[in-house]
């Protein structure tokens, strides 16, 4: 069937239903007798990667995806961009069904991994991005004004003549991506972008994708294991574990969880036996004057204050507990 | 919709912009390195002065090979590469050895996002521009050739010569994409596209050589005949139009064939974990 999907997608930029991906391998044990018994009667061992998942984004959210190694987000990606065919389910992007690759839904797509590069090795970027106006009919005077942004975003202008193959990982990360949004695509996913890159290439494309998902209609969806990167960009996180989604909601709520604690750090003029804080929360940590305390998030203002109140205090601060602690304990119990 | 997805003249001249930037994408890769881009060209216009040295070499021993003079030998030669060098031009490796390489590597991902006919983009990614170098001479040498015939046919006799080369070039297109399209299931077809190579070799010989089932294999059920033997004889002896028809219509089935092969391979497209 040609044309968009009006079935169960109802405006939403991406959507999933009961979708499921299994694949099979052939198990070898090391060495050379296991390749032996592999290539003459190798045991076929099926994977199920992604298991009855639903789910809607809206256009123009921005979400990060993220899970443990193996979970399933990869493959998930794959099926959303058409790369894969699902095993069973639904899938549409844009009101398209991916995998039937109507051009006018490549058209409106792009896809970005981390650990792979598809730029011309032995050529500059700049005749990928000839080569892109080409591939996507992009109009010369979009094509000029798109790339003249686009460089001075991604900060790319002084390398633009570099044979690819002579660019570090970072540097050939951001010619990438902005190949990737040349033609202005309307639903963008990217896997792990900022893998292997250093804090300042890592930093710059986050901040490339925080401009772009502002522009409003553009859906963004994105995998990476770096909490950074979800933290400062999407407002929305889906945890996916063993193939199925374990969160789904807004990053702030993840801080907001049952068991997790609020930190508050307090310097005080001059120590305080640990006992002084009984009743306000868990002392995890004390170092002379300084004092860290896991307290409960909904009565982290009010400590705060009776802290102020009854000890010294020369410094204090409310922080969230760690992001990564809290998604290795929605990792563990799925 | 058409199995390239050229539906329409804009369509058309799409596809022909794509292959112009195709084109010169390939020759700028080569030209990146400059020793290479020279000692590729040597090496090309090497590797046909030997093959003509050692059909040479043949014919001090024999005078004829079957029912073939040495002059329509050389036509059936220069027929086999000029068919041979078109399709390493154009799909050859791309897809014996380009297509199971992505397929197991995964880099075939990046390709099936494009917004172009995946069959048509991996075919033609890579044109071996350099090999023009090769197949230059190889045209010269088949004028060559002609003359030594006394250009002795009539102009439907050339007319169905080209029409047989394009249908060798389609059959070929078809059976190399059959071969290549395996590497869905075994990951790798290398092994299977190095036989096929080898086989398609035998076309540049007079197939009168082989008797009994290896005639009847390379006539009718892997017909290697198509290739060079059947344009040749059509310049220089009256085909039957129903081999001639047969000739297409085995073509189309092998084509058809290697479509749906396709299709069918691509959806079992499992790509590799990054």
């Known amino acids: 069937m040609n044309g968009r999907e009006n079935s169960f ?15 099979w391998f052939l198990e070898k044990e090391a060495g050379l007798s296991g390749s032996l018994r592999a290539l003459l009667r190798g045991k076929k061992v099926f994977v199920e990667a992604v298991r009855q998942m639903n789910l809607r984004i809206q256009s123009g959210e921005i979400v990060g995806f993220i899970g443990p190694n193996g979970a399933g987000k990869t493959t998930t990606l794959k099926m959303l961009s058409g790369i894969l065919h699902p095993t069973s389910g639904k899938v549409e992007v844009l009101g398209f069904v991916p995998h039937r690759r109507e051009k006018a839904f490549l058209k409106q797509m792009t896809f970005v991994t981390g650990q792979r590069n598809r730029l011309f090795w032995d050529l500059p970027a700049a005749e990928y991005f000839q080569f892109c106006r080409v591939m996507y009919e992009i109009p010369e005077v979009i094509y000029h004004r798109n790339l003249h942004n686009l460089i001075a975003m991604a900060e790319i202008g002084d390398i633009l003549k570099v044979p690819q193959r002579k660019l570090s990982a970072g540097q050939r990360k951001r010619c990438e991506i ?70 789904d909601g807004p990053t702030r709520d993840l801080y907001l969880l049952k068991g997790f604690q609020k930190q508050i750090r307090i310097v005080l003029e001059e120590p305080r036996p640990a006992n002084a804080f009984s009743g306000l929360g868990q002392v995890r940590e004390m170092n002379g004057p300084e004092v860290w305390l896991e307290v409960e998030p909904a009565r982290a203002a009010s400590i705060a204050s009776h802290l102020f109140a009854h000890f010294p205090v020369k410094d204090i601060a409310i922080t969230d507990p760690p992001l990564e602690k809290i998604i290795e304990s929605i990792y563990k119990t799925g | ?43 090309k216009i090497i590797r046909m002065a030997l093959l003509f040295f050692f059909f040479q070499a043949i014919f001090f021993q024999v005078n004829r090979i079957g029912d073939w003079t040495f002059d329509q030998v050389l036509l059936l030669f220069a027929t086999f590469h000029i068919a041979d060098y078109l399709i390493s031009i154009t799909f050859h490796r791309n897809l014996a050895f380009g297509l199971p390489r992505k397929v197991q590597t995964g880099d075939l991902d990046s390709q099936i996002i494009l917004p172009v006919n995946l069959l048509f983009f991996v075919s033609l990614e890579d044109l071996d521009m350099i090999d023009f170098f090769s197949f230059l001479p190889t045209l010269g040498f088949l004028l060559y050739v002609f003359y030594r015939l006394d250009f002795a046919f009539t102009w439907v006799q050339v007319l169905i010569y080209i029409l047989l080369l394009a249908n060798a070039l389609i059959f070929l297109y078809a059976v190399i994409l059959l071969v290549a399209t395996t590497c869905f299931w075994t990951t790798q077809s290398f092994g299977l596209a190095v036989i096929f190579d080898n086989l398609m070799r035998i076309g540049r010989y007079p197939l009168d050589i082989f008797e009994g089932f290896w005639k009847a294999l390379f006539i009718y059920f892997l017909p290697l005949v198509f290739i060079a033997q059947l344009p040749s004889q059509a310049l220089w002896k009256t085909l039957s139009w129903p081999f001639i028809l047969y000739a297409f219509l085995i073509t189309g089935g092998f084509l058809a064939l290697a479509f749906r092969f396709w299709k069918w391979g691509l959806k079992s497209y499992l790509s590799a974990s990054t």
């Open chain 1, 9 to 23: 997608q109802a405006r939403a930029a991406v959507a999933v239903q009961d979708l499921s991906k299994t694949y």
């Open chain 1, 178 to 247: 902005v190949a990737a949004f040349l033609h202005d695509p309307k639903v963008i996913f990217l896997d792990e972008p900022t893998i292997a890159l250093d804090l300042i290439n890592a930093r710059k494309i986050r901040e490339f994708i925080g401009e772009k998902g502002k522009e409003g209609d553009r859906t963004i969806l994105l995998t990476s294991h770096n909490m950074a990167d979800i933290e400062q960009v999407c407002p929305r996180v889906i945890i996916i574990n063993q193939g199925k989604i374990a969160f």
């Open chain 2, 1 to 43: 919709m058409s199995p390239w997805g050229i539906e329409s003249l804009t369509g058309i001249r799409r596809y022909g912009r794509l292959i112009r930037t195709l084109m010169k994408v390939s020759l700028m890769r080569h030209m990146a390195y400059r020793p290479h881009f020279f000692m590729m060209i040597l090496g």
